[in-house]
């Protein structure tokens, strides 16, 4: 478990507290059950992506202090991957391969999300959503990454209005995913895009 892995004390209080946010969020039942998320190691990974991307997209351009920050957070979360990799069993080069892959896609995915963003391009958040979060949605599952892409904006959007100070300090706060329900016009799984933004 999580936990179990940080009372190693291999990070301060905040950026536990961070971390630990990050993932209960990406972990938020709505989202496999009501937005078509798969829920599987590859899905939960790609929440956990797409919040830390969020988390990293709101300290851009705040300073030193949000950055290093930042990069606690990042190395957090790629330590926590290799933890969860060797409890899996995976073999010293196994799990390089995987942690390298694992990388790419999160350079990937960032690289998109933010750039919809910061374009304010619903429908290219949307459709780099339905790349990455949905790409292993089995074929006729109903994907909402609409609504999905709906709730990256208001997310991004909660936390720009959150100081940074606060947040280095410990305190991440979401919101909550439930008011972005299933729209008409989801995806299936047949139709997503079979490949991953990178």
């Known amino acids: 478990m999580i936990f179990n892995f940080f009372r190693r004390g291999r990070n301060d209080p905040a950026v536990t507290a961070v971390y630990v946010a990050i993932v209960a969020q990406a972990r938020q039942p709505h989202f496999y059950a009501r937005l078509g998320v798969p829920d599987t ?61 694992m990388a790419e896609v999160f350079y990937g995915c960032a690289d998109a ?32 990454s609409r609504s999905l892409a709906d709730y990256t904006r208001a997310a991004s959007g909660a936390l720009a209005a959150q100081d940074p100070a606060a947040i280095v300090a410990g305190t991440l706060t979401w919101i909550d995913p439930a008011p972005f329900g299933p729209r008409s016009g989801g995806t299936t799984g047949a139709n997503a895009s079979p490949e991953r933004v990178e």
């Open 41 to 101: 190691l590859e899905g939960r990974f790609d929440m956990m992506v797409l919040h830390a991307v969020l988390l990293f997209h709101r300290f851009s351009g705040e300073g030193a202090a949000a950055r290093d920050f930042g990069q606690k957070v990042f190395d957090t979360f790629f330590l926590d991957m290799d933890r969860s990799l060797r409890e899996l069993g995976a073999s010293d080069e196994g799990m390089k391969k995987k942690i390298t892959r």
């Open 113 to 144: 999300y933010a750039s919809a963003l910061d374009a304010g391009d619903d429908a290219a958040l949307a459709l780099a959503l339905d790349r990455n979060v949905f790409m292993n949605a089995p074929d006729g599952a109903q994907t909402e």
